[in-house]
């Protein structure tokens, strides 16, 4: 639980929206176009949603952060990115905590050159312009597919390692 944030925004519809999701959450909210080292404290949750699609590079500044948590769409491009970002987050000596529970780097990218680490769900309803729309697309998707990462400073419990992850589909 949190009661003060900084969120990181240039776009004042994407402000105008999550405002408007947030709705009367007693959380206060200062918008900032830029980030910098100087908005983030000892024990900061940084959280990223659709970043790095709009992003060249990570800026440096998000490694004094204690604390990460990044979502982000899955496709192949995307998905590997946030793979190397794994890599410069161990380098950087932080712990991942998920969806990893091993600390190495990841096979997934060191044995492949295109497969990448990606979950799914279920959608939700969609509105009907979109099933309208989704009748005349030569493909049906019936989930959404995303790709995550946490990772903090601390150390993850003992407990952690013992215990594997499926993730993406199970293959035969």
């Known amino acids: ?5 900084v969120a990181i925004e240039r776009e004042k519809r994407c402000q105008f929206f999550f405002n408007k999701i ?3 959450k007693k959380i206060a ?5 830029k980030g910098d080292s100087h908005l983030l404290g000892e024990q900061t949750l940084l959280t990223f949603s659709y970043s790095l699609n709009e992003l060249e590079s990570v800026p440096e500044w998000i490694f004094s952060a204690s604390h990460l ?6 496709d192949q491009k995307n998905g590997r990115r946030l793979l190397k970002l794994r890599e410069e987050l161990l380098k950087q000596g932080y712990f991942l905590w998920a969806p990893c529970t091993h600390q190495q780097i990841c096979p997934l990218l060191s044995h492949s050159r295109k497969d990448w680490c990606h979950h799914r769900f279920d959608r939700p309803d969609m509105p009907i ?3 309208e729309l989704e009748r005349s697309l030569p ?3 019936r989930d959404l597919s995303y790709s ?4 903090s400073r601390r150390k993850p419990p003992e407990e952690l390692s013992h215990w594997a992850r499926v993730t ?3 293959l035969e």
């Open 69 to 74: 948590a990044i979502l982000e769409p899955s």
């Open 129 to 131: 312009w979109f099933s």
């Open 168 to 170: 993406g589909e199970l």
């Open 148 to 151: 995550y990462l946490l990772a």
């Open 1 to 5: 639980y949190f009661s003060h944030g």
């Open 29 to 33: 909210l200062e918008w900032k176009e």
């Open 22 to 24: 947030r709705g009367a």
């Open 139 to 141: 493909m049906k998707n």
